[in-house]
């Protein structure tokens, strides 16, 4: 039997892909007549990929169905007529949790990293299976571990039956599905109680204390009252250097490439699981050592004297810690940000927050907002505008030659919508 796959390019289909295939099974794929950058990795396992047609689907298939691709696909209709087994990618992913010793990585903000972190550091030690949200998925039968990023949209994370389940924070978000801040603690509580063994959440976040759960739960961070701990944190344009004690004893030092409350916390998470599974601390500094980032989360480039930060960030508070970080980083280079908000519904709920962050740079571009799924309502709807005129410092983002003025800053575009082409474009006129 074929798995084919209906949306293969998208960042979490495309590395299930690539897992089922490493797992050996037989897997295909169709998508939009468009390139995207994932591409690379599908044609890399030989995963053929194929243009939407109802001529593509036949009786000797399972189906696996993109969350973008809509019932009218024509590909879906034939599998529905056809009466053939149509998962979703949540179920398919399902699947795979109740086959290793899954580790799933919730959160509002900082999944993406903290999967990145936790992958690296247990596959080089112990072996460990990966799907992570920027399109990066690995398989062996043999591993132990299955680390997982788990998105609360939609209550998607409630699929999947995790040994351990990680709470990187919990905040307001997707507000076009969640309806306030009690509703996204109600999926939260539900996510916690799914876990085998035991809850292992960041003790910083005031919604992650307030957890009312049957499970095991242990938290991480800085503030003295919780279970693993940071002290001796210190910032430096070099990194991150801190002492972790984990139940009122010292498990190790770490030195690490890192920048921000934000990714200390992400690598706290990752070492806490580590000395639950008693592995050891300077191993895993060594590992974590050589972390490289995640994709699109905070990627830097040079182009002359500025440095170019490409961030996923697109909620007020992640933008906000990707700024923390940028000043901990260069503190003396101006910071530039250009922004494109994202959706809506998240822009007409956090109008004023994006205002407030923005405000802590010294130059803003804003960019039309991405409705993505969205249609605009002109009766009820903001727009960019709305921030633009809020300050003299807020322009709106036109072209790429509008950056070329700056010299010795840090230009970071944010968003999580692919920007390569803007930034791509300024690099090159400015080494021109």
């Known amino acids: 039997m074929i798995y084919h796959m209906i949306g293969i390019k998208g960042t979490g289909m495309s590395a299930l892909a690539g897992i089922l295939c490493e797992l050996g099974y037989d897997v295909q794929g169709s998508d939009v007549d468009k390139h995207f950058f994932t591409e690379e990795g599908l044609n890399k396992l030989g995963i053929k990929i194929l ?22 696909n024509p590909e879906v209709m034939k599998a529905r007529e056809l009466e053939l087994t149509v998962y979703t990618y949540q179920e398919m992913v ?14 509002c903000h900082g999944k993406t990293t903290t999967s990145a972190m936790m992958s ?23 591993n132990k571990f299955f680390v997982l990023e788990a998105c609360e949209y939609y209550r998607h994370f409630l699929e999947y039956h995790p040994y351990y389940a990680i709470i990187t924070n919990i905040d307001l978000d997707h507000t076009d599905y969640f309806k306030d801040i009690a509703d996204v603690m109600d999926a939260f509580t539900e996510y916690a109680n799914s876990a085998e063994k035991m809850v292992i959440a960041c003790g910083d976040s005031s919604y992650t204390k307030a957890l009312e759960i049957n499970k095991p739960i242990f938290y991480y961070g800085v503030d003295e009252d919780n279970d693993i701990i940071a002290k001796d944190v ?23 490439p890192i920048y ?11 070492i806490s699981i580590c000395y639950y599974e008693r592995l050891d601390a300077k191993e895993v500094g060594k590992i974590l050592k050589t972390f490289e980032g995640a994709k699109r989360r905070f990627n830097e480039i040079e182009a002359g004297s500025n440095i170019i930060i490409d961030d996923y960030a697109h909620h007020p508070n992640e933008m906000k810690a990707t700024l923390k970080a940028v000043k901990q980083k260069y503190p003396n280079k101006k910071v530039i940000a250009v922004f494109q908000p994202h959706t809506f519904s998240r822009l007409n709920s956090f109008k004023d927050d994006y205002i407030k962050v ?11 907002v991405h409705p993505a799924r969205e249609v605009y309502n002109p009766e009820t709807d903001v727009t960019s505008e709305y921030i633009i005129s809020s300050n003299e410092s807020f ?20 968003s999580p919508n692919d920007l390569s082409k803007y930034i791509n474009e300024y690099k090159e006129n400015k080494e021109n």
Request: proline share 1%; hydrophobic share 35%; charged share 25%.
């Open 51 to 72: 243009p939407y047609d109802e001529k593509n689907i036949n009786e000797n298939m399972y189906i696996i169905k993109g969350n973008s691709v809509k019932e009218d």
């Open 94 to 107: 399902s699947k795979l949790t109740k086959m290793f010793t899954t580790i799933t990585v919730a959160g």
């Open 120 to 142: 690296l550091v247990l596959n080089n030690l112990v072996g460990a299976n990966y799907l992570i949200g920027d399109g990066t998925g690995h398989a062996n039968k043999e």
């Open 234 to 256: 210190e910032y430096t344009k070099d990194g991150t250097s801190f002492d972790v004690f984990a139940e009122d004893n010292y498990y190790g030092h770490f030195d690490l």
């Open 260 to 270: 921000g409350k934000h990714m200390l916390q992400d690598a706290l998470a990752v």
């Open 358 to 368: 923005l405000e802590t740079c010294d130059e803003s571009y804003v960019f039309d």
């Open 395 to 414: 322009h709106k983002f036109e072209t790429s030659d509008e950056l070329l003025k700056y010299e010795d800053s840090v230009i970071v575009f944010m």
